[in-house]
């Protein structure tokens, strides 16, 4: 057993985040559960107009490489299975049919003539991944990530290609959602090769390197997912956890400055987190890209 992995496990047994190790755990906020799921076998669905200045079957074949990415390490056992491309393009939770819900993959790109490709993030987001989770236990129930294909250009091209000029990189962005999909917050940028990280929160303009994940990214997908071992919860619920799950929508993550706003805490709906991917040239503060 490698050292951090000693010492992320006795942290999460105490109930204390295995920062140790580099990585940050998503949570119900503002200090709850982590988020899980409750299976290693998850499935996604890719809204089939995906991003119309690109063939689509590119862009369908950068998500799925994306996937593949965060399925290969071999502490872990969370696999990624494509279901379909899906005419859906709704994100969030249906709680009053459980069982229509997907896990989706949606472009925005801004057709002024239909509601729904609008952008309804704050425009400085690459994407956003919004997850519904169970509030009282942190499992997670839906997890739906939208690009901003409004306010970005998108490329899937690796350079040295010919006339390959790299500008929001597909898979880049895509990897670092999938963090977010199934449980992985944003490193503390104090921490050491925190700006390595995949699940580092600033994307600018050109990168690729987030397609590939770092030491940290590797180990908190294996702290939380380990092979053949029980699931684990950087902070688990304290019990009881009572009978009635009550959901709630958050969306902001003030360590990481990731500003996505959410819809409000309610008992009724489901609940949920956002997390973006934010560019810093676009922001008034003149500051950088970040992603949540
Ligand atoms: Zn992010």
Known sequence: MRLWR????????????????????????????????????????INRIAYPPLPAQDVYDA?????????????????FTLLSLTDDRTAGYNWRVPEDNENLVVWRNGDAAD????????????AVTTT???????????????FNGVWYQFTTCTPPAPGCTVAYDVQNTMTHEIGHFFGLDHPLPTEPDATEATMYSSAPRGET????????????????????????????????????????QVGSNPDTG???????????????????????????????RRAR
């Open 209 to 248: 390197s987030k397609r590939d994940l770092a030491a940290n990214d590797i180990e908190g997908l294996c702290f939380i997912y380990p092979a053949g071992q029980p699931t684990q919860q950087c902070f688990p619920a304290v019990p009881p956890a009572g009978s009635d799950p009550i959901f709630s």
């Open 258 to 288: 990731c500003m996505c706003s959410g819809d409000g805490a309610t008992a009724a709906a489901p609940g949920g987190a956002l997390l973006c991917l934010l560019a810093v040239g676009r922001r008034r503060s003149g500051a950088g």
């Open 6 to 45: 000693a010492i992320a496990m006795a942290a999460a047994a105490l109930g204390v985040s295995p920062a140790a190790a580099g990585f940050q755990c998503s949570r119900v906020p503002p200090a709850g559960p982590s988020l899980y799921w409750n299976t290693r076998a998850l499935t996604y669905a």
């Open 132 to 146: 519904t989770f169970n509030s009282r236990t942190g499992e997670l129930l839906d997890a739906d990530i939208e």
């Open 63 to 79: 998500v799925r490489v994306s996937f593949e990415t965060w399925q290969a390490p071999s502490c872990s056992d969370l696999s």
């Open 115 to 126: 509601p729904a490709d609008a952008w309804r993030h704050e425009r400085g987001s690459i």
